[in-house]
């Protein structure tokens, strides 16, 4: 999004209208107020004019020309690419710690030790 500033614009009589055309992307626009904002999301250069009128009905204009450059694949698509790695790693992290648990394990106190197996008591494995 860029904000467009027209606060420094001056004069001896009171600044009562900013106005702001450009085309972009094909189509005409026409933004107001001293600092109107504008999603720019297609590539390309377009060149903008403000005009400014005072209260005596004066008017004058300024022109700057804007380049909008193609987002990088991070810029684009980063935050999503981060959330989905972090997701991942959860993932795993909670399989392989869950994988562990089941096998190798000695039985809590409160579950029954296989027939044969070592026994659990309160202090410690007895064969």
């Known amino acids: 999004m860029a904000t467009f500033n027209g606060s420094k614009s001056s004069d001896d009589a009171l600044i009562e209208n900013y106005t702001w055309n450009f085309t972009y992307n094909d189509k005409a626009w026409e933004l107001y107020g001293v600092s109107p904002t504008f999603t720019f999301d297609v590539a390309g250069t377009c060149i903008v004019t403000l005009t400014v009128k005072d209260a005596e009905g004066i008017t004058d204009t300024d022109t700057v020309t804007i380049t909008v450059e193609e987002k990088s694949f991070i810029e684009s698509y980063g935050l999503a690419l981060g959330i989905l790695i ?7 992290v909670m399989f392989f710690g869950l ?12 579950e029954e030790a296989p027939e044969g197996g070592p ?3 309160s202090e410690g494995l007895r064969s």
């Open 99 to 110: 994988k562990g648990r089941k096998g190798g394990m000695a039985p809590t106190s409160m």
């Open 86 to 92: 972090a997701l991942v790693i959860i993932a795993l």
């Open 119 to 121: 026994e659990v008591h």
